[in-house]
């Protein structure tokens, strides 16, 4: 797809409106095949790769990849401006966290809506908060991802960690 495109491109004119609509269909290609290229690779995986990653790239990365999937009905409201903000996490299975709970969302908005993605600092003090008894007092990175979308009833809610 991805050449025959860029065949048909090589014989438009520069200001053509069929040469931008077919500039937009190379871009969704591009998009499509790192989508598949990243899909592709977490599949192939084995154990998990911890290592230390830049979260908001890893994130930034992550709704990018999830943008190109979701339809033009659903906007994503993104704030990841935390700089230096690096954790030990295999990036990969994090991307694919994000991206599942933003299809997810997408699921629960059929007539569109809303995403938003946030990675802010947190601080836990002593003592740890109640939500979060084993993490130790100190800096921490927070990555939310909510909807716009129905919710759960409680039936779902008492199940959402069982497999499928």
């Known amino acids: 797809m ?15 409106r069929p040469r931008q609509q077919l500039e937009k269909v190379l871009a969704a290609a591009k998009r499509a095949r790192a989508v598949v290229g ?5 599949s192939r995986r084995g154990e998990s790769a911890r290592k230390p990653v830049e979260l908001q790239r890893v994130a930034s990365e992550a709704v990018q990849l999830l ?6 009905t659903i906007a994503i409201d993104e704030s990841l401006r935390v700089e ?16 599942n709970l933003g ?3 997408a699921h629960a908005m059929p ?3 809303t995403i938003t993605v946030r990675l802010e600092p947190a601080t836990v003090e002593l003592p740890a908060d109640a939500d979060l008894p084993r993490l130790k007092p100190g800096r ?22 069982e497999p499928f």
């Open 2 to 16: 991805l050449g025959y495109t860029e065949l048909v491109l090589a014989g438009l004119p520069r200001d053509s």
């Open 38 to 42: 990243k899909i592709l690779t977490f």
């Open 67 to 72: 943008r190109a999937s979701l339809p033009a």
């Open 84 to 99: 230096s903000g690096w954790v030990e996490a295999d990036a990969d299975q994090l991307q694919q966290v994000l991206i």
């Open 103 to 105: 299809a997810n969302a």
């Open 111 to 113: 007539d569109g809506g």
């Open 140 to 161: 921490y990175l927070r990555l939310s991802l909510s909807d716009t979308g129905c919710g759960m009833d409680q039936a779902t809610q008492a199940r959402i960690f």
